[in-house]
């Protein structure tokens, strides 16, 4: 989206899309692999990506001269593990519609059991699940500890009621609007400093495979304080303790459950095939980076104008 602002909730807002006509406030980013244009995707979308644009963007344009000035992918130690974490996580959020059914079976038909309607986070539940595990991984590929976290997400844990009357004396450029008329607990900006929290002590790899590899799970109860400059700590003595879990609803709908894998992803497969067309989907599958040859025999029949940057 390129009409921001630092005092927004959030400043950057991007997703992944296919090749659909776009405005000129939509801008498009390129990347030569489909798996680069999808890690993309969620560092764009980080807290900690949100952080450096906030304090760099002094107009209304999130427009390349600033875009280009900050760190993505070249300060970010990415090992296959840490790729594959970020690419499972990022389709769900992102790709959760049969119109994204090639990248779904490109990545993910020989390695996993689960249904590919199961893999899409649709409910707030999970889509929240999976956004706090993102962020605690960007964070800690961007070198920070938990003290850094904290402050970047400070007066995040005040009280709606608290917040209305003390709002004019925050940080402006502050992430205390996410959310903000949500209890403190099931906060974006809350949780994902819990997830961030659990990570530091257990370590990244341990982080990514917990839960047969399903990742961190939302606490059934949260015990955290508020200090006195507006960061928050966990499971201290003098914190509150609130449920937060079952608050939240399911993981998944019922019909997300239904049905056996196999049928599930030859509708998927079907679904591939009808997009990109029998020939395209075996170059695809035998190796061939469909996203990006789609983009480039699109370039070459369309006259695009207008707000598209090529990355990488």
């Not at 961007?142 to 608290?162: M, P, R, V």
């Not at 994902?192 to 799970?217: I, P, R, V």
């Not at 303790?241 to 599930?264: A, H, K, Y």
Request: charged share 25%; proline share 4%.
């Amino acid at each position: 989206m390129r009409m921001s602002s630092a005092t927004n909730a959030r400043t950057m807002i991007a997703s992944l899309v296919r090749l659909f006509p776009a405005e000129l406030n939509v801008i498009s980013l390129q990347c030569p692999t489909d798996k680069s244009l999808i890690i993309l995707t969620i560092i764009l979308n980080s807290l900690c990506f949100d952080t450096i644009l906030r304090y760099r963007l002094g107009g209304m344009a999130v427009d390349y001269h600033v875009t280009q000035q900050l760190p993505i992918f070249h300060y970010l130690k990415l090992n296959e593990m840490l790729i594959e974490n970020l690419l499972n996580f990022t389709l769900s959020l992102n790709c959760a519609h049969p119109l994204f059914a090639p990248e779904w079976f490109k990545f993910h038909f020989q390695t996993t059991n689960k249904k590919w309607e199961s893999l899409w986070a649709i409910t707030p539940h999970e889509r929240l699940r999976l956004r706090c595990i993102l962020d605690a991984i960007i964070a800690e590929l961007y070198g920070l500890n938990y003290e850094d976290f904290s402050w970047i997400l400070k007066d995040c844990a005040y009280q709606t009621e608290h917040l209305r009357v003390i709002k004019k004396t925050l940080d402006p450029k502050g992430f205390w609007r996410v959310d903000q008329t949500e209890p403190p607990e099931l906060r974006h900006t809350v949780l994902a400093l819990k997830a961030f929290s659990d990570l530091k002590k257990m370590g990244l790899e341990k982080f990514c495979a917990l839960n047969g590899g399903d990742g961190w799970m939302i606490p059934e109860t949260l015990t955290y304080a508020v200090r006195s400059d507006g960061t928050v700590e966990f499971d201290t003595p003098d914190g509150i303790t609130v449920p937060v879990r079952e608050r939240l609803g399911p993981r998944f709908l019922d019909w997300q459950l239904e049905g056996t894998v196999e049928e599930s992803w030859a509708e998927c497969e079907r679904h591939a095939r009808a997009i990109l067309g029998d020939e395209e989907f075996e170059r695809m599958m035998n190796g061939g980076d469909e996203v990006s040859q789609v983009m480039r025999k699109a370039e070459g029949q369309q006259n695009l104008k207008g707000g598209q940057m090529r990355l990488f």
